[in-house]
């Protein structure tokens, strides 16, 4: 039988996003109970449910690939049959413009790696030529790899391998900031490439699409604390850790509200910001915190447009080109017909306008598009203007590893080294690592 870990201290998680869930999951199943803090008053950080306007929708409408394994392992782990919680389509890009053909490509049911080039090679809306520039760069993906003191731009990189003007506007920049919701301009190449390559280079399930089929608590947090409660567990809200106590370069534990909670291992699972924050008054950690002030924010706008139930989408996502609205998710699938979540990623001008200009701008777009449809009946917007870090150019150079220079003292986040842009999958495998660097130390006896 596997040895239980102790810590003489209880272990502290500030932040119940993604990645402190996650964490918080990994150490309650080896026998080790947490104190899990999150400031707000529900668990999800950047990826919950939210109600207002008498819509329960999500802060922000998100979509998964097959590649999340560590997110898969983990709702395994907590009872979620993911069969339920995704719509699971094979990969299925279906963007369309006003006066063009758009782009249309869809994977077939065939073994890897011979479904993405089955898929570019019968993309309608691109030209012969531009099929084969396309298949060669896909094809170049497996072997490429861009180390971190070498990162470029990924329209540089694209440029490099001669991608045509129409093969970069219509499918590796929407890919680019779908995934990095950064502009290919600034986006880096590195990353970029390593989310395609995860994506397209394994088993051909990977690059399925997962539409969640459910409000995101209800796909992930929710299910996490019940899981929690049930192992010794239990989700405080409302606790904003406002300080860490270090002494002889050694975390003691942290304070919430200016209470002491005496602590033997403490991840911070905060976003970057607060762990900058929070890491900045220790002369030990001030390094590491100038290192993340690098790291910047991007924002992510969504707009919900309710349309008469019976309206609906051609496909359950849609891509827009040449205006401001990026996909389209028909919200019927989380049992809400008629309801449409529009997605506009990273910065631009749309950040400049008023929601009543956006919200009209937008509702042209789909009419220009739809013809048939009518008016929408209620709107809602939700701008996140901290939605993820920018994935910009050598950016990998400023992530940090999970362990600091403070002994006890861990960092989970999407923002950390895992060589995915701020993601769930991120998250998910940034909280379980940190988690699993603690239950290391407590096996060797290292709970002080
Ligand atoms: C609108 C939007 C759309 C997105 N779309 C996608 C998508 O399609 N696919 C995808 O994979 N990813 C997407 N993302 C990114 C994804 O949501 C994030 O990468 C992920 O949720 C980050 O999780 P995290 O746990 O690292 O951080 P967070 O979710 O930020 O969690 C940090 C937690 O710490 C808490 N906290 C803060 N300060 C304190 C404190 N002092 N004490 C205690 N607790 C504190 C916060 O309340 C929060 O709950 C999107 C994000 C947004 C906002």
Redesign the pocket.
């Known amino acids: 039988m596997r040895e239980r870990p102790t810590a003489q201290h209880p272990v502290v998680i ?7 869930l996650s964490a918080a999951v990994e150490l309650a199943a080896h026998g080790v109970p947490v104190s899990l ?4 008053r529900q ?5 919950r449910s939210v109600f207002a306007h008498d819509l329960r929708v999500d ?6 690939v097959g590649a999340c394994q560590s997110l898969l392992s983990l709702l395994e782990r907590i009872q979620v049959d993911p069969r339920k919680a995704f719509l699971r389509l094979p990969l299925t890009l279906r963007l369309v413009e006003p006066d063009g053909p758009g782009l249309h490509l869809r994977a077939p049911r065939w073994p890897s790696p011979l479904h993405l080039p089955v898929a570019l090679a019968t993309a309608h809306g691109l030209t012969p030529g531009e099929r084969i520039r396309a298949l060669r760069f896909g094809r170049k993906l497996s072997t490429l790899d861009i180390h971190r003191t070498d990162d470029i731009s990924v329209l540089a990189l694209l440029h490099s391998e001669a991608q045509p003007a129409a093969v970069i506007r219509k499918l590796w920049g929407p890919l680019c900031i779908a995934a990095l919701n950064t502009l290919p301009e600034a986006a880096s190449a590195r990353i970029f490439v390593r989310v395609l390559r995860e994506t397209f280079s394994g088993p051909r399930k990977h690059s399925d699409l997962l539409i969640p089929g459910r409000g995101l608590s209800e796909l992930l947090p929710v299910p996490c604390v019940d899981y929690l409660h049930h192992h010794g567990t239990h989700l405080e809200t409302g ?4 300080g860490l106590s270090v002494q002889d370069g050694r975390i003691q534990g942290v304070s919430v509200h200016g209470r002491d909670r005496a602590a033997s291992h403490v991840i911070l ?3 970057h910001v ?1 762990s900058r924050r929070l890491m900045s008054r220790h002369a030990a950690l001030q390094g590491l915190a100038a290192q993340l002030a690098g790291l910047g924010n991007e924002p ?1 706008t ?1 707009l919900y447009l309710q349309f008469a139930p019976k309206t609906r989408l051609p496909i359950p996502v849609l891509g827009l080109l040449n205006g401001l609205s990026g996909w389209v998710f028909d919200r019927a699938l989380c049992g809400q017909p008629g309801l449409m979540a529009v997605v506009i990623s990273a910065r631009g001008h749309h950040e400049r306008l008023t929601e009543e200009t956006l919200t009209a701008q937008v509702a042209a777009e789909l009419a220009a598009q739809f013809p048939g449809w009518p008016p929408h009946r209620r709107s809602l917007l939700i701008r ?1 203007k901290r ?2 870090f920018c994935s910009r150019v050598g950016v990998d150079l400023l992530r940090p590893v999970n362990r600091t220079p403070v002994d006890g003292l861990w960092l989970a ?2 923002y950390t080294a895992t060589g995915l842009p ?6 998910v495998r ?2 379980v690592a940190a988690a699993q660097a603690v239950l290391d130390c407590l096996r060797r006896g290292d709970g002080h």
Do not use: F, K, M, Y
Not at 14 to 20: K, L, Q, R, V
Not at 43 to 47: D, K, Q, T
């Open positions: 500030a932040g119940a996003g993604w990645a402190g803090l999150e400031s707000a668990p999800g950080g950047r990826a802060n922000g409408q998100h979509l998964l606790q904003r850790v406002t699972a905060t976003p607060i992510v969504t996140e939605a993820t986040g999407d701020a993601t769930l999958e991120s998250a940034s909280g």
